[in-house]
């Protein structure tokens, strides 16, 4: 269940409204170049959308919709509250700032760079600063799902497990001990240690770990 419906739905439905607009524009330069659509007498203004349109689709939602997706499965797959809301919310409102810096420029022809950073196409100084804003909201959701997955106490899957249970007999072969050795795709995902009452004093004492998939020796007593 997802308790946090407002900030997951805020970010939706910001992207969405963006990505209309951006959809909206890009439609409007496809007219602009066909045969049916005559040229602008002002070049300035397709330029202005262009740069509007990659900057939406490049930074902004893309940004927003995995933000939100992150929130949604941290709180569905990990079945706890959201660690972190505030963090959540100011992540999302620098990412609406950051938007606001950068489209008033892009409007007043003032960064027509088609949304790249390279010279000589340069723009005004406050849209790279929106576009820095909307990255640092990325990068606070990327801390949250950090913390919230160590919160949780989520461990990763071992890479390796076993089909079958692991017998004395298979963990010996594992190890070259017994009468035949088996490959090392067989290994047990928990690790064990093998040990041997009585064995002669040339033999070493062997662990087999699942981890790496391979015997070392170990030394134990009795």
Known sequence: MLVNRKLILAHFWLAFAVFGIALTLGAWQMFIRS?????????ELYYRSLTAHGTVMGYVFPTLV???FGYAISESALQQRLVGVRWAWAGFWLIVAGSIMAVIPIAMGRASVLYTFYPPLIGNVFYYLGVVLVVVGSWIWVALMSINLRASGARP???RQCRSPCSPTSRARICGLGPRSAPRSSCCSRSFRL??????PSMPAW???SSH???TPS???G
């Open 35 to 43: 045969p049916i659509g005559t040229w602008l007498s002002n070049p």
């Open 213 to 215: 998939g391979r015997c």
């Open 66 to 68: 995995a933000m939100a």
């Open 157 to 159: 899957i071992p890479a």
């Open 195 to 200: 040990r041997r009452a009585s064995r002669p």
């Open 219 to 221: 030394s134990i007593s």
């Open 207 to 209: 662990r087999a770990s």
